[in-house]
């Protein structure tokens, strides 16, 4: 599984951003795809994740309500929509996905990153 996002760039606060993440490879194991985003100075922290086949979707407490996760599976591409940012917003985003094998064996595949800045 191989895994690009797009969409980065930099916002003033209060302004919009999307980014999408499309999937290539062998997807069909594939059941949950998500978003994580990595702060300078601190760890990678969850963001929002998508069950494919029961339309289910978590969010981290810190931007619900504000980003959303969507996918479209006729493109392999997922977006995260995210609307009135913060600065607390800036970081590096990563889009995931969890891949199920034979024997319940499971394995996260990541993009490469793209960043976000949110200005004052």
């Known amino acids: 599984v191989q895994l690009v996002e797009s969409g980065g760039g930099l916002v003033q606060t209060g302004e919009s951003l999307t980014l999408s993440c499309l999937a290539s490879?062998?997807?069909?194991?594939?059941?949950?795809r998500g978003w994580y985003r990595q702060a300078p100075g601190k760890e990678r922290e969850f963001i929002a994740s998508t069950k494919l086949h029961w339309d289910l979707s978590t969010y981290s407490d810190s931007i619900k309500g504000r980003f959303t996760i969507s996918i479209d599976n006729s493109k392999n591409t997922h977006y995260l929509q995210m609307t009135n940012m913060k600065p607390e917003d800036t970081g590096v985003y990563y889009c995931a996905a969890r891949r199920k094998y034979r024997g319940n064996t499971m394995k996260e595949y990541w993009g490469q990153g793209t960043q976000v800045t949110v200005s004052r």
């Open positions: 490879g062998s997807l069909g194991g594939v059941d949950i």
